[in-house]
């Protein structure tokens, strides 16, 4: 097991590495149209463009503007030097530093992404095992028609629809935003979080109660489910200490995978209900054309994923037995 963490370890490293070089050479190389163009107001001289392009460091050769890009991303000891100077990953919109907005704005996602996982397991798994257990049966087609319905609205349709119908119109959830000046505990308590959260809960929660109703009713058709019950053991025990710890492999991937992406920055949720995370961030960058942020939150977004996938890998042994690793 030891062996297989370190091999993976290093592996997640190698893929972090390719990816940040993928990154810097589409958006410093290939960019939509020259930086410096955008950033120089109305004076557009040879001389203001070339001055803008020497203090954002797009002058530099290629191997010294990745080294910096790269200072920019991971905290190297020592003092700067020329080389690796810490001035150069600063956003080219409001030149506060990366680093800074990103641990500034992370607690917002992060609340976002635990809210909304709770809230989806909570309903998604559930009406997942009540569909396979009472197949057929008016609570299964319940289960269903809600996994239709959610995997049918799109996210922005249905934030759009709550923030419209429990804001607007009913004055039933309070209004919601969350600025980087105000409370983090103060803004959930007062359940400004609380639309976002259902929003992106209906739309997974879809997704599990389908693919956990699928892999139970799988499961439950096994040998070894059916051995189980000649040899008495009640149809609780069977349904969730046998039945269920198998069909929660795929379940586990899709979770590691979802929590992934939305630490990675839900951007239309975000938007929709006015949070200043990641995913906010990144969006506001790229209508400015600040290639530094939008970065900076995309190897941000390929590190979660990388960790999640290890981790997936972990728990898999926990959950199957017959996983193992060499």
Do not use: C
Request: charged share 20%; net charge neutral; aromatic share 12%.
């Amino acid at each position: 097991m030891g062996r297989y963490l370190i091999r993976r370890t290093l592996f997640g490293i190698l893929v972090l590495v390719v990816i940040t070089q993928v990154t810097f050479f589409i958006f410093i190389k290939l960019p939509p149209g020259d930086p410096a163009y955008r950033l120089a107001g109305k004076d557009k001289s040879d001389e203001v463009l070339a001055q803008i392009r020497h203090n954002i460091g797009l002058d530099q050769g290629y191997w010294v503007m990745y080294g910096r890009f790269v200072k920019g991303l991971v905290p190297w000891p020592g003092e700067a030097d020329e080389f690796l100077d810490p001035d150069i990953y600063y956003s080219w919109s409001n030149k506060v530093e990366v680093k800074e907005e990103i641990v500034e704005r992370l607690p917002v996602t992060v609340t976002l992404t635990i809210g909304a996982v709770i809230l989806w397991l909570l309903m998604g798994i559930p009406l997942g095992i009540l569909s396979a257990v009472k197949r057929r049966s008016a609570a299964d087609r319940a289960g269903m028609t809600f996994a239709l319905l959610g995997v049918s609205i799109p996210t922005f349709v249905l934030g759009l629809l709550l923030n419209y119908v429990f804001w607007y119109k009913l004055g039933w959830a309070p209004p919601t935003g969350f600025d980087l000046g105000d409370s983090l505990w103060q803004s959930v308590w007062e359940g400004k979080f609380l639309l976002a959260w259902i929003t992106l809960a209906v739309t997974s929660a879809a997704f599990y109660t389908r693919v956990v109703r699928g892999n139970m009713l799988e499961t439950l058709s096994e040998d070894y489910i059916r051995t189980a019950r000649a040899k008495g053991l009640s149809e609780r025990r069977v349904t969730y200490k046998h039945a269920l710890r198998a069909s929660l492999t795929p379940v586990v991937t899709m979770l590691g995978l979802d929590i992934a992406g939305l630490l990675g920055g839900a951007v239309i949720t975000e938007n929709i209900f006015n949070l200043r995370g990641i995913g906010d961030y990144a969006l506001a960058s790229l209508d400015l054309t600040d290639f530094p942020a939008v970065m900076a939150v995309t190897i941000l977004a390929a590190f979660f994923i990388v960790v999640a996938n290890l981790i997936v890998d972990v728990i898999y042994a926990a959950l199957d037995p017959r996983v193992r690793y060499a």
